[in-house]
């Protein structure tokens, strides 16, 4: 069936809601039309995310319908057991969240599978949290992260609080497959068998996280002091992360204006903590109060975006990379002066992020290991070294501002980053120094590295299998130098092969993923990938140098030379 042919019959459905229906009525652009019905809303292993609408390709209680569908069939294949164990559910501010999270609970129900069911918004890292704790067999997170406002999505976990597995996602999708009527899904969203979330549920997860304290001492005779500015952006994780702060006894300033869960995030541009703009009115606060720090988590409240104070007392966005190496440095040093660093620690990291972790973790003589992108593969770490025994977790983290202490969840923890942010800089502070001055230091121990990333957008029904075929494309082409530097060897994930520029090839030996990755001379990298849940395609650099200038010279002429690259694609 076509898409008008599509598009018709789901017009002139009578189980269609008339709300439905009249929007359907009112879109005359066939480009348009196209879009909704011209293709299916991708479920992968992050699960599915797109604009809220009607259509096969939106984001609608039919789309979700369906997938839950998926997961219930799945889930019964293992048994009465997980069936009873059920599956959590929890959703963020974004329009339609809550509404998407019953209609879930509701089809989980009407087949016999029991539905935990936050009653208000939870941020990710305690639905991954509540998963574990309750010994669900799965979850489910209604969320588009940091997406614009028009877009939701559909995240699922194991029962691990990862999540789901590249192998278990296969075979919901199968699931999911065998549903060609969406609206033939129906649910019980007055079952016995959706129950809430108990509250306790919330108090165990402050607690665990409030074990994961390195500066106690610190935090006694600064918290209380500290001028910290924190914004949830309009999101889930205001009551979480002022919690957690006031718990240990540090000060928050937050932003009113942005605790309202306001779906249309109508203060910032988006709700995307990786971004300045989207800190600005924290940094504003800040500047009038005169505060150390500012914080902004987004949505879902597993990223944290951090401003800090440079050494001409201007507040400066630090980006992922920089958080993340401030947070790696600070975690082996307290872990390594209070006599706790374990034998086999170990860290965790994306491929795409810093290349200065691994100068710090060999500092340390602690093992890094890297992953694909997603947050997933990390928990897959944790749970590898659980049940071997090989390394101890310390910390893992995403250069997308994601960043996890502890193994109580096993997504990206926001909450958790805030609060050892905060115990970091009252670290400082007590011993004299400042965050930003720490930073400066690590750049004169091991080099200064610059990692930026742009992204190339990409729009239309056919927006990711034009960007894998531009990955694709790259494979084919030699590539010696960029930005003067030689091109030392490169990586195709998708094939799982490194090869050097003397053509000596080796296995990668992690999950497999479509991305091309340049190793240059000196340590430096460039990795061309398509983003998983936005239609753009992602361009990362690494560039180690003397100094900044140095550096921001050299990302600019590598840039230059990959955006040529490119653009001989299309000749």
């Known amino acids: 069936m076509g898409y008008r042919e599509l598009y018709e019959s789901w017009k002139g459905d009578a189980r269609l809601a008339e709300a439905d229906r009249a929007e359907l009525e009112a879109v005359t652009d066939e480009t348009e039309r196209e879009y909704r019905f011209g293709g299916e809303l991708e479920f992968g292993t992050a699960g599915m995310r797109g604009i809220i609408g009607c ?5 609608n209680v039919y789309t979700v319908r369906r997938a839950t569908q998926g997961l219930a069939e799945y889930i019964k294949t293992l048994g009465g057991a997980a069936m009873e164990r059920g599956v959590v559910i929890s959703y963020d501010t974004r329009r339609c969240s809550r509404l998407f999270a019953e209609t879930a609970a509701g089809v989980l129900a009407k087949n016999g599978v029991k ?12 639905l991954s949290f509540a998963v574990r704790y309750l010994h669900a067999a799965a979850g489910i997170m209604i969320t588009a992260s940091h997406n614009p406002k028009e877009y939701n999505g559909y995240k699922v976990y ?9 192998e278990a996602t296969a075979i919901v999708v199968d699931f999911i497959g065998r549903i060609t009527d969406y609206l033939s899904v129906t649910g019980d969203g007055e079952s016995p068998l959706i129950v809430p979330v108990p509250a306790q549920v919330d108090e165990a997860y402050i607690s665990e996280l409030a074990k994961l304290t390195l500066s106690k001492e610190s935090v006694a005779r600064c918290g209380k002091d500290l001028k910290l500015v924190y914004t949830p952006v309009h999101g889930s994780g205001f009551v979480p992360v002022t919690t957690i702060l006031k718990k240990l006894g540090i000060h928050v ?11 249309d995030f109508s203060t910032v541009a988006v709700p995307n903590p990786e971004f300045k703009e989207t800190l600005s009115m924290g940094i504003a606060l800040a500047n009038e109060i005169h505060a150390d720090v500012v914080f902004g988590t987004d949505p879902d409240s597993d990223r944290l975006g951090v401003a800090v104070k440079n050494g001409a007392g201007e507040f400066l966005a630090l980006s992922g990379n920089q958080v993340g190496i401030l947070l790696l440095d600070y975690i082996l040093t307290r ?16 491929f795409v992020s810093t290349g200065m972790a691994k100068l710090i973790c060999e500092e340390f003589g602690v093992a890094l290991f890297e992953t694909p992108v997603g947050f997933k593969f990390i928990g897959e770490k944790i749970k590898e070294w659980e049940a071997d025994g090989s390394h101890t977790f310390v910390f893992g983290f995403e250069e997308s501002c994601g960043y996890l202490r502890g193994t109580h969840a096993r997504d990206k923890d926001a909450v958790v980053a805030s609060m050892l942010c905060a115990e970091m800089v009252c670290y400082y502070t007590d011993i004299g120094k400042t965050v930003y001055g720490r930073l400066m230091e690590i750049y004169e121990k091991y080099g200064f590295v610059l990692d930026q990333n742009i992204s190339v957008q990409y729009k239309g029904l056919n927006a990711m299998k034009e960007m894998n075929a531009v990955v694709d494309a790259l494979k084919t082409v030699p590539v010696d130098r960029l930005g003067g530097m030689e091109v030392e060897a490169v990586r195709d994930y998708s094939a799982d092969v490194r090869r050097t520029k003397d053509g000596k090839t080796a296995p990668l030996n992690i999950p ?3 991305c091309v990755y340049y190793e240059l001379q000196g340590g430096s990298f460039v990795c061309v990938r398509p983003s998983g849940t936005e239609p753009k395609l992602k361009i990362y650099f690494s560039v180690k140098a ?5 550096a921001n010279a050299k990302v600019a002429e590598v840039a230059k030379d990959v955006k040529a690259l490119l653009a001989s694609l299309n000749r």
Not at 55 to 59: E, K, L, R, S, Y
Not at 335 to 350: Q, T, Y
Not at 546 to 550: G, M, N, P
């Open 512 to 514: 497999k993923c479509n």
């Open 253 to 263: 300033n937050v932003v009113e204006a942005q605790v309202a869960e306001d779906p």
């Open 335 to 350: 872990l390594k002066e209070e006599n706790a660093l374990p034998a086999n620690a170990a860290v965790v990291k994306s």
């Open 546 to 550: 003397k100094d900044e200038t140095a």
């Open 115 to 126: 539905a935990y069911l936050f009653s208000k918004v939870h941020p990710v890292p305690m």
């Open 55 to 59: 259509g096969v390709n939106m984001m």
């Open 158 to 166: 194991g029962e691990d609080g990862a999540q789901m597995s590249p």
